[in-house]
């Protein structure tokens, strides 16, 4: 902006002479004044040095008036007490029913362990548990954040008491550990965990990953788990113990320079935060601390927030679940200071990813690595798309549709969510999550269920977070996102809309339960677009013209309306940008999953060649069954094919 001095990198990338990449730091000169930037429209060079080298870098500043324009929020969701996805037998009901009683049988003694063993207090005879939170592990300490959130969401959704009096006696006895960890005078005061702060010095002198391992992931959680049993569940005791870690917190990381910051954040897991920088902007909206807010912008991480503003895609090598969630903080930090810098960065990062980065089922990443963009079809592996890369995916999408009310964007999400989600939680109440979905040949899914790792976490708070899109609202519409069996309810309890899919495939009704006074926009996937129909009470709509990928209904829908859609269910050939040689198949909205055990990619069918068997969405090629990829259990199965 005109008569301001502008932000510019501290580090670049560079290509070395024996042809690798890497970042270099780079200084600029120190004595620029803000009248050489007080024309709009011009271009001005500044030239810099990359330091230890005898090499020049230009950076090019374009002068504007002011601030790009960045929209204002215009919907929002409405809260999971609202929806309900009781009673229904499809695969979401399934899914949550399972969950629902995974939370009652786990022992919370368990999930506690780890903080009472910490400073020496009484275990009450629980057993540890074990993969990564088993009692020496580095990241010991984030299921139990989990496991707050999933409990939290449950009271939300249920009503149930059961999870209300699981979740306050946890949070009670974290109360215990926060103040038991102070009087030991070996803490710092506010501090919480399943460990010692030894982990957290050992990041500020640059400790590599597996020394030490991501020690504000591990405390994201316990934060973020807290924070839903306060806002979700009504825990004040849960607020006061974030008060005082977001304290500790500031007082911990403002006392360091920021070279030291853009270090640690840009380290190899070590550094990986989670979403400390949203989960500070949200505990400084219940508290209305300056110094929490500060302490968000002590995780902003110049590495990937730069390129993203100026939309130049550095992700390639990256590790996307570590970034995933920090731009998440970036649309946190938008909402709350309403910079459009955060803005530019969080829609170019979703277009970024969408655009040359996903799989066919919405996923990203192998082996939890972002690799150059369009080759995903060179990575069809059994360590491809990490379920908490698409679970943080969907929760970046759900912000930037507040803002712009996107239909495209609820296609990523349906897609995702239907695809990948859906798919990667076991049939059984074992809590279980895949922690990556294979995509390569004859794969089958493992949930590793002794484990607890961070997708079994994320896993935990998935099955309610189904519900957080189907509904949205603004001043003048009642939004209907996705397409999912569920009843809407109003303030008092009184149902509002009914979504239930019918006997033929591919019909849903919108049922009317009370007079509706604002209009309705219903979201018609871009896979359903091709001849589909609409009618209201049994009469067809002659005009189904769409906006943004939404059907708009007028304002004036009574109790007893039935709004029915008809979308055409076809199979279809779903082409690779990144690979002309491998496609998808698809019928409706559902990936197909060929059941095979040969490991070498087989050729795709004919659509003709595909047909119907034994009840709904079961099928057959050439004597291969075949059947949407979230009904897979633990068959060996194909989604990627040679191309016929």
């Given at each position: 902006v005109k008569n301001t001095l502008p932000s510019l990198p501290a580090t670049v990338d560079v290509t070395y002479e024996n042809g690798t990449t890497g970042k270099e730091k780079v200084t600029w000169p120190t004595n620029l004044k803000a009248d050489q930037f007080a024309t709009a429209g011009d271009k001005v060079e500044v030239t810099g040095t990359i330091v230890d080298y005898d090499v020049e870098v230009k950076?090019?500043?374009?002068?504007?008036?002011?601030?790009?324009?960045?929209?204002?929020t215009v919907t929002t969701e409405f809260a999971l007490s609202d929806i309900s996805l009781d009673g229904t037998d499809?695969?979401?009901?399934?899914?949550?029913?399972?969950?629902?009683?995974?939370?009652?049988?786990?022992?919370?003694?368990?999930?506690?362990?780890?903080?009472?063993?910490?400073?020496?207090?009484?275990?009450?005879?629980?057993?540890?548990?074990t993969g990564w939170e088993e009692p020496t592990g580095l990241l010991r300490g984030h299921s139990t954040g989990h496991f707050l959130s999933a409990l939290a969401q449950a009271y939300a959704s249920t009503g149930e008491?059961?999870?209300?009096?699981?979740?306050?006696?946890?949070?009670?006895?974290?109360?215990?550990?926060?103040?038991?960890?102070?009087?030991?005078?070996?803490?710092?005061?506010?501090?919480?965990?399943?460990y010692s702060e030894e982990q957290f010095d050992l990041l500020e002198v640059y400790t590599k990953y597996p020394e030490i391992w991501a020690p504000y992931y591990t405390l994201d959680k316990i934060m973020s788990g807290l924070y839903d049993c306060h806002v979700l569940a009504g825990n004040e005791t849960a607020k006061e113990i974030l008060d005082?870690?977001?304290?500790?917190?500031?007082?911990?990381?403002?006392?360091?320079?920021?070279?030291?910051?853009?270090?640690?954040?840009?380290?190899?897991?070590?550094?990986?935060?989670?979403?400390?920088?949203?989960?500070?902007?949200?505990?400084?909206?219940?508290?209305?601390?300056?110094?929490?807010?500060?302490?968000?912008?002590?995780?902003?991480?110049?590495?990937?927030?730069?390129?993203?503003?100026?939309?130049?895609?550095?992700?390639?090598?990256?590790?996307?679940?570590?970034?995933?969630?920090?731009?998440?903080?970036?649309?946190?930090?938008?909402?709350?200071?309403?910079?459009?810098?955060?803005?530019?960065?969080?829609?170019?990062?979703?277009?970024?990813?969408?655009?040359?980065?996903?799989?066919?089922?919405?996923?990203?990443?192998?082996?939890?690595?972002?690799?150059?963009?369009?080759?995903?079809?060179?990575?069809?592996?059994?360590?491809?798309?990490?379920?908490?890369?698409?679970?943080?995916?969907?929760?970046?999408?759900?912000?930037?549709?507040?803002?712009?009310?996107?239909?495209?964007?609820?296609?990523?999400?349906?897609?995702?969510?239907?695809?990948?989600?859906?798919?990667?939680?076991?049939?059984?109440c074992d809590g279980g999550t895949t922690?990556?979905?294979?995509?390569?040949?004859?794969?089958?899914?493992?949930?590793?269920?002794?484990?607890?790792?961070?997708?079994?976490?994320?896993?935990?708070?998935?099955?309610?977070r189904y519900m957080e899109n189907i509904y949205a609202q603004d001043e003048?519409?009642?939004?209907?996102?996705?397409l999912v069996d569920s009843v809407l309810t109003d303030e008092n309890g009184k149902a509002m809309i009914e979504l239930q899919s019918v006997d033929?495939?591919?019909v849903m009704e919108i049922r009317c339960q009370k007079d509706q006074k604002k209009v309705l926009k219903i979201h018609i996937p871009a896979w359903g677009q091709k001849d589909f129909n609409v009618s209201v009470n049994g009469k067809v709509l002659a005009d189904t013209e769409l906006h943004d990928g939404y059907m708009v209904i007028d304002a004036d829908s009574k109790a007893g309306d039935v709004i029915r859609l008809e979308l055409p269910?076809?199979?279809?050939?779903?082409?690779?940008?990144?690979?002309?040689?491998?496609?998808?198949?698809?019928?409706?909205?559902?990936?197909?999953?060929?059941?095979?055990?040969?490991?070498?990619?087989?050729?795709?069918p004919a659509v003709e060649e595909i047909h119907m068997v034994d009840g709904k969405l079961q099928f057959e090629a050439n004597g291969m069954k075949m059947i949407p990829l979230p009904k897979v259990d633990m068959e060996a199965y194909h989604v990627y094919f040679h191309k016929e």
């Amino acid at each position: 902006v005109k008569n301001t001095l502008p932000s510019l990198p501290a580090t670049v990338d560079v290509t070395y002479e024996n042809g690798t990449t890497g970042k270099e730091k780079v200084t600029w000169p120190t004595n620029l004044k803000a009248d050489q930037f007080a024309t709009a429209g011009d271009k001005v060079e500044v030239t810099g040095t990359i330091v230890d080298y005898d090499v020049e870098v230009k950076a090019t500043v374009k002068v504007t008036d002011t601030k790009s324009e960045a929209p204002a929020t215009v919907t929002t969701e409405f809260a999971l007490s609202d929806i309900s996805l009781d009673g229904t037998d499809t695969i979401y009901g399934q899914n949550m029913a399972r969950d629902l009683e995974y939370l009652k049988v786990m022992d919370a003694d368990r999930m506690l362990y780890n903080f009472r063993k910490t400073f020496g207090a009484d275990t009450k005879g629980a057993k540890p548990l074990t993969g990564w939170e088993e009692p020496t592990g580095l990241l010991r300490g984030h299921s139990t954040g989990h496991f707050l959130s999933a409990l939290a969401q449950a009271y939300a959704s249920t009503g149930e008491a059961a999870y209300k009096e699981k979740m306050d006696y946890m949070v009670a006895e974290l109360k215990k550990c926060q103040d038991a960890f102070a009087a030991t005078g070996k803490y710092h005061r506010g501090f919480l965990s399943a460990y010692s702060e030894e982990q957290f010095d050992l990041l500020e002198v640059y400790t590599k990953y597996p020394e030490i391992w991501a020690p504000y992931y591990t405390l994201d959680k316990i934060m973020s788990g807290l924070y839903d049993c306060h806002v979700l569940a009504g825990n004040e005791t849960a607020k006061e113990i974030l008060d005082l870690m977001g304290d500790w917190v500031y007082d911990r990381l403002s006392r360091l320079p920021k070279e030291t910051l853009d270090k640690m954040w840009a380290m190899y897991i070590a550094g990986e935060f989670g979403g400390m920088l949203g989960t500070m902007v949200k505990v400084y909206e219940l508290t209305g601390k300056e110094n929490h807010l500060k302490a968000a912008k002590l995780f902003e991480n110049e590495k990937l927030f730069y390129p993203m503003e100026e939309e130049c895609d550095t992700l390639e090598d990256m590790h996307a679940n570590q970034h995933i969630p920090q731009i998440i903080g970036a649309m946190d930090l938008y909402r709350a200071t309403g910079d459009e810098i955060y803005w530019e960065i969080g829609k170019n990062f979703w277009n970024i990813v969408t655009g040359g980065h996903t799989y066919c089922i919405g996923g990203v990443g192998e082996t939890e690595m972002f690799h150059r963009a369009n080759t995903t079809c060179s990575y069809l592996t059994d360590k491809a798309a990490e379920s908490c890369a698409s679970y943080n995916m969907l929760r970046l999408t759900s912000q930037l549709f507040e803002y712009t009310r996107s239909g495209n964007l609820m296609d990523y999400y349906d897609n995702t969510l239907r695809n990948h989600i859906l798919t990667s939680s076991s049939h059984k109440c074992d809590g279980g999550t895949t922690y990556f979905l294979p995509l390569g040949p004859g794969g089958r899914k493992e949930f590793f269920l002794s484990e607890n790792s961070c997708c079994h976490g994320t896993g935990m708070e998935s099955r309610f977070r189904y519900m957080e899109n189907i509904y949205a609202q603004d001043e003048d519409a009642l939004y209907i996102n996705l397409l999912v069996d569920s009843v809407l309810t109003d303030e008092n309890g009184k149902a509002m809309i009914e979504l239930q899919s019918v006997d033929e495939e591919g019909v849903m009704e919108i049922r009317c339960q009370k007079d509706q006074k604002k209009v309705l926009k219903i979201h018609i996937p871009a896979w359903g677009q091709k001849d589909f129909n609409v009618s209201v009470n049994g009469k067809v709509l002659a005009d189904t013209e769409l906006h943004d990928g939404y059907m708009v209904i007028d304002a004036d829908s009574k109790a007893g309306d039935v709004i029915r859609l008809e979308l055409p269910m076809e199979f279809r050939v779903l082409d690779n940008k990144s690979d002309a040689a491998f496609v998808n198949l698809a019928y409706g909205p559902y990936i197909l999953a060929a059941l095979s055990e040969e490991k070498e990619f087989i050729t795709a069918p004919a659509v003709e060649e595909i047909h119907m068997v034994d009840g709904k969405l079961q099928f057959e090629a050439n004597g291969m069954k075949m059947i949407p990829l979230p009904k897979v259990d633990m068959e060996a199965y194909h989604v990627y094919f040679h191309k016929e």
